[in-house]
T-cell receptor, first 108, second 115 residues
């Protein structure tokens, strides 16, 4: 069965500091991994997916199959990055299995 | 970007009654729609996947007779919570995509409170 783990429920960093949101997964096949973000009072939106290997809003994430991880990183956090971040796994299509989420607060 | 809208955004119903939640793709045709449930301070849990014109596929542990899903058209899917009980109170979120390998877009969610 698939499982996505985000060990940190809350994470606070100072503006300008590096930030890393951890995500580990378990799945027997070859999943697709995603990061979704939810800003205050807004709906979930896609931040990035491992297949595209792109950087969005300065965030990157590398899929490490050996460690079954897909950590989200940004070298310099900004106040507008404060949000709820969900790591998600997709086995087929857009059926997502989400982690419990990490609430990121960037302190000015 | 594509917009997915849910209606209502918030609903209160009496225990034992049924409540219907709509999920519409406003500016695209949705091949597949998904329904999630989110308990307070917890993650989204996939409930079911629906394709237009066919029966929904439910995740393990989700009662299909309790949560009726109808995907009647390429722009509308409905979730009916039948004989609702207080433990059904939750935040229900839908998402929709245009097909394989396309991005899924999420609705704003519907908060259901059963009293």
């Amino acid at each position: 069965a698939q499982r996505v783990t985000q060990p940190e429920k809350l994470l606070s960093v100072f503006k300008g500091a590096p930030v890393e949101l951890k995500c580990n997964y378990s799945y027997s096949g070859s999943p697709e991994l995603f990061w979704y973000v939810q800003y205050s009072r807004q709906r979930l939106q896609l931040l990035l997916r491992h297949i595209s290997r792109e950087s969005i809003k300065g965030f990157t994430a590398d899929l490490n199959k050996g460690e079954t991880s897909f950590h989200l990183k940004k070298p310099f956090a900004q106040e507008e990055d404060s949000a709820m971040y969900y790591c998600a796994l997709s086995a087929t299509g857009n059926q997502f299995y989400f982690g419990t989420g990490t609430s990121l607060t960037v302190i000015p | 970007g594509a917009v997915v809208s849910q209606h209502p955004s918030w609903v209160i119903c009496k225990s034992g009654t049924s409540v219907k939640i709509e999920c519409r793709s406003l500016d695209f045709q949705a091949t597949t729609m998904f329904w999630y449930r989110q308990f307070p301070k917890q993650s989204l849990m996939l409930m079911a996947t629906s394709n237009e014109g066919s029966k929904a596929t439910y995740e393990q542990g989700v009662e299909k007779d309790k949560f009726l899903i109808n995907h009647a058209s390429l722009t509308l899917s409905t979730l009916t919570v039948t004989s609702a009980h207080p433990e059904d109170s939750s935040f229900y979120i839908c998402s929709a995509d245009r097909g394989q390998n396309t991005e899924a877009f999420f609705g704003q969610g519907t908060r259901l409170t059963v009293v």
